[in-house]
């Protein structure tokens, strides 16, 4: 049967161990990295960065997982957490964050009401920006 042109929110898109992407990542289900992104990463679903992974760029996700090393400028619509293996080092705005005994989190972090946050994704105001 046919689906009625609707995105599905429940993909799960996979950059393995040993993959390298550079470039810009746009998805509208969730992603989780295990290999190296160097780019701006844009999902309405959530990011996963495995211990493996490593991502330089911007972020714009609705939550994420970071247990890699993630070098970006991160917004966040709902949670953000940092696993005991994260080594984080950028700029957050998130609605909730969490950091577990053992993570490095080196950077800056604004957090907003969700309704905020909500909004600004909603309207696409918070895009990653052009990196200079």
């Known amino acids: 049967m046919a689906k009625n042109n609707e995105t599905d ?3 799960i898109n996979l950059i393995g161990t040993g993959t390298t ?3 810009e990542i746009n998805a509208t289900g969730d992603i989780r990295i295990d290999g190296n ?3 701006n990463i844009k999902t309405k679903g959530k990011l996963v960065v495995g211990n493996t992974g490593e991502v330089e760029g911007e972020i ?3 939550n994420a997982d970071i247990s890699g090393k993630v070098n970006a400028k991160m917004e966040v619509k709902e949670l953000l957490t940092l696993k005991a293996s994260a ?7 998130v609605s909730q964050l ?3 005994p053992g993570a490095i989190f080196s950077g800056s972090c604004n957090m907003e009401k969700p309704s905020i946050a ?3 994704f ?3 105001e918070a895009q990653p920006s052009q990196s200079k």
């Open 9 to 11: 929110h429940n993909t």
């Open 21 to 23: 992407i550079s470039g």
């Open 37 to 39: 992104v160097s780019g």
């Open 60 to 62: 714009l996700c609705q």
């Open 87 to 93: 080594h984080y080092n950028g700029e957050i705005t």
């Open 98 to 100: 969490a950091i577990e």
């Open 118 to 120: 909500s909004e600004k």
């Open 122 to 124: 909603s309207k696409g």
